[in-house]
């Protein structure tokens, strides 16, 4: 069987062959689904690998359909590319590491999502975009009117327009943010409309449902967890999600030193942000179970800072919601921490 590596790039990728009599065969092809066919349709069943990547999904499901196995491998594993020179990089040379690493066992599989979670990604990937332009909008008008000398009123960037007609501004104000203000009024309801799906898609999950369960949780906390993490049983335990999602602290140690630093800001950020921004509504509820996880951060907060606290609560928000999907359980404080305030201290 053959071996075959390939350095996929958005408009060209490169291609290295090793036929069973060790025969290498290397071309340069149009990154397309159309071309991927004339070059390898016709050849034998064959094993193919190619780096995790924005176009590695599509790449290996259009190569699986021609008959190959394909394996997408995960860039990160250092091991990959042992016989790659380090002072000279070609996708050549990249494709035959590739294509060596396939003959000698040396990668590491990359997760590749499920059909459900990747069109759900995507979705939510469409409804981020959609929120970071309105508040660019929000910004530029806000920017507009404080130059004129007035100031909004603070409140949620979904009633952000209402807050608006209620200044008395000019004429010529009105028209310079019109536009932008139109513009604003569409994103509002396109939001709107793509919340109203996703909750919908919420309901209909049942481990969805669960997680929403956790304090701070919302609709789109959870779909985004779920969908990043798909498959739980790929992480050994809460600590190894905990890495993945980049929260735990940087460290830079030999011998006898240790030194730790900030966290490591690794793997997906949007789902490291709503974290964090999960922490807000739990140290502000006011549910009876979610009193421990408000003391353990006040603990901290006093000992290390309101901005460590933060990201510690946001860790340990992780790490609970990692148990959720694992024991297939809704959101449960222990009882002796769950007990109101008074009992406790009686």
């Known amino acids: 069987m053959e071996n075959i590596g390939i350095d996929v790039h958005k408009k060209e990728s490169q291609l290295c ?4 009599n060790g025969e290498v065969i290397e071309r340069r092809i149009r990154t397309d689904r159309a071309r991927f066919g004339e070059v390898l349709g016709k050849r034998a069943r064959a094993r193919i690998l190619v780096e995790a990547s924005t176009e590695s999904e599509w790449v290996a499901r259009c190569l699986e359909e021609l008959g190959h196995e394909v394996i997408v491998a995960d860039p990160s594993y250092a091991p990959m590319y042992a016989t790659r020179s ?31 979670q990747r069109h759900i990604r995507m979705r939510l990937r469409t409804r981020e975009q959609m929120v970071r ?43 310079a943010i019109e536009p ?7 994103l509002n309801e396109k939001i709107d409309k793509a919340d109203g799906e996703l909750t919908s898609l919420a309901r209909e999950d049942a481990l969805t449902k669960r997680l929403c369960t956790a304090p701070g949780v919302s609709t789109i906390v959870a779909l985004t967890f779920v969908a990043a993490v798909d498959d739980v049983r790929r992480f050994r335990n809460a600590h190894n999600l905990q890495a993945y999602f980049g929260l735990v602290p940087s460290e830079h140690s030999s011998g006898e030193k240790q030194r ?18 999960s922490t807000l509504s739990l140290v502000r509820s006011r549910r009876a179970d979610a009193r421990w996880l408000q003391d353990w951060t006040r603990a901290i907060a006093v000992r290390r800072g309101a901005q460590i606290a933060r990201v510690a609560l946001a860790r340990k928000l992780a790490g609970v919601l990692y148990a959720m999907m694992r024991d ?19």
């Open 17 to 20: 062959i090793i036929a069973e």
């Open 86 to 116: 380090r002072r000279v990089k070609t996708d050549r040379r990249d494709a035959r590491t590739l294509a060596d690493a396939l003959m000698t066992g040396a990668y590491r599989l990359a997760h590749r999502t499920s059909d459900r």
């Open 133 to 175: 332009t309105r508040a660019k909008f929000v910004c530029a008008i806000q920017s507009i009117i404080r130059g004129q000398g007035w100031r909004i009123d603070s409140g949620s960037t979904r009633h952000f327009l209402a807050r608006l007609v209620r200044l008395p501004l000019t004429d010529e104000v009105k028209l």
């Open 180 to 186: 932008m203000a139109e513009l604003l009024q569409s």
């Open 260 to 277: 730790k630093g900030r966290i490591t800001k690794a793997g997906n950020p949007t789902m490291r942000r709503l974290l964090v921004q």
């Open 328 to 346: 297939e359980s809704s959101f449960r404080a222990p009882p002796s921490r769950a007990l109101p305030r008074e009992r406790q201290a009686a």
